[in-house]
T-cell receptor, first 111, second 114 residues
């Protein structure tokens, strides 16, 4: 079983739609959780951290369910510029910082 | 001024050759990483150095040898290149124990082995 699993998509949505991505992780001792965004042929960039209480950043809302080992990302009012791959990332509970990336969920927002 | 810079951006080479990729960061971070992203877009850690000391060494063939002359530089040398080494290699840096917030990636080196 992969350490971090995501539906690869693609998710095709029209502008203005609301879309949600899910992610599961296998290591119950994982400490920190993030969503990164990767544009085609570019490097990954941090989108937002995910806190146990849930957190929001503009149109983006992240949720964490530690009991189910599940992370989600909700994007409201999708824009064309949201088209990218969204990577679920987990920091393992090891002696040194190590981020484990999911394979990503591809989002395509169309006019 | 680029925070994490990798060179070269593209590298096309024949099987059996030896090649190096260089990475430099000017963020003052103490930890640097090499990640490999294969054709299926899976991003996997290879190595990590903290203040020139190797701290993470995943299961990577011995043909891959990282070198960190100082904490601002982490190079990757690959011997006897194979077709399966074709991938995008990303360098990243962070401040240790920053929790992932401070991960900054370079723009990647696209390696193609023919």
């Amino acid at each position: 079983r992969k350490e971090v699993e995501q539906d690869p998509g693609p998710f095709n949505v029209p502008e203005g739609a609301t879309v949600a991505f899910n992610c599961t992780y296998s290591n119950s001792a994982s400490q920190s959780f993030f969503w990164y965004r990767q544009d085609c042929r570019k490097e990954p960039k941090l989108l937002m951290s995910v806190y146990s209480s849930g957190n929001e950043d503009g149109r983006f809302t992240a949720q964490l369910n530690r009991a189910s080992q599940y992370i989600s990302l909700l994007i409201r009012d999708s824009k064309l510029s949201d088209s990218a791959t969204y990577l679920c990332v987990v920091r393992m509970n090891t002696g040194f910082q190590k981020l484990v990336f999911g394979t990503g969920t591809r989002l395509l927002v169309s006019p | 001024d680029t925070a994490v810079s990798q060179t070269p951006k593209y590298l096309v080479t024949q099987m059996g050759n030896d090649k190096s990729i260089k990475c430099e960061q000017n963020l003052g971070h103490d930890t640097m990483y090499w990640y490999k992203q294969d054709s299926k877009k899976f991003l996997k850690i290879m190595f990590s150095y903290n203040n020139k000391e190797l701290i993470i060494n995943e299961t990577v063939p011995n043909r891959f040898s990282p070198k960190s002359p100082d904490k601002a530089h982490l190079n990757l040398h690959i011997n006897s290149l194979e077709l399966g080494d074709s991938a995008v290699y990303f360098c990243a840096s962070s401040q240790l124990n920053s929790g992932g917030y401070g991960y900054t990636f370079g723009s990647g080196t696209r390696l193609t082995v023919v």
